[in-house]
């Protein structure tokens, strides 16, 4: 076929994997808000010193809109997560991932200059993990791990074998 790409196993087998790490990290995360009474994203939108930091002012200042940022991330955390994992909606997954990530990223990035009162796990300067795993997403979106192993080969077929009956 004219334009069709072929990947080794192995090549195929560490995107699937790093597909359902990163989909475990995020489904974890988002869990574990759900889990926590109370949570809510005002503590870290608060450390926000960054360009975005005058829409989390909005949003802190707002308790409805407060609400709903909390309730859309932690449950766009879970689909996330749950995407990522059966390889279901992938390319979907991957890109909204990417772009939660970016937002936390532009929040509160590690640059020279700001501090921020919440503890961190590690010691930064401009690349973060947040970072990384927010361009490794972009990386999975443009690569078919969920089409080669995961639900969107079933999804795929079902759509084909739709396309060609409605012909």
């Not at 390889?87 to 937002?103: C, E, P, S, V």
């Not at 503890?119 to 990386?139: C, F, H, M, Q, R």
């Amino acid at each position: 076929m004219k334009g069709t790409k072929t990947f080794t196993t192995f090549q195929l087998t560490t995107l699937v994997l790093l597909r359902m790490l990163i989909g475990w990290h995020v489904l974890y995360e988002g869990i574990s808000k759900l889990l926590i009474p109370n949570w809510s994203s005002a503590m870290f939108l608060k450390e926000s010193q960054w360009i975005l930091s005058g829409f989390s002012d909005w949003i802190i200042s707002n308790s409805g809109v407060l609400q709903v940022v909390d309730f859309m991330n932690t449950w766009g955390l879970i689909a996330i997560g749950i995407g990522l994992i059966l390889g279901l909606f992938t390319r979907l997954a991957a890109i909204a991932g990417a772009t939660l990530l970016f937002i936390y990223y532009l929040n509160n990035p590690p640059l020279l200059g700001l501090t921020y009162n919440l503890p961190s796990e590690g010691n930064y300067l401009i690349v973060s993990k947040t970072l990384i795993e927010a361009v490794a997403l972009l990386v999975l979106a443009v690569f078919p791990s969920g089409s080669e192993f995961g639900l969107d080969r079933y999804v795929s077929r079902f759509v084909k074998s739709k396309t060609k009956k409605e012909e």
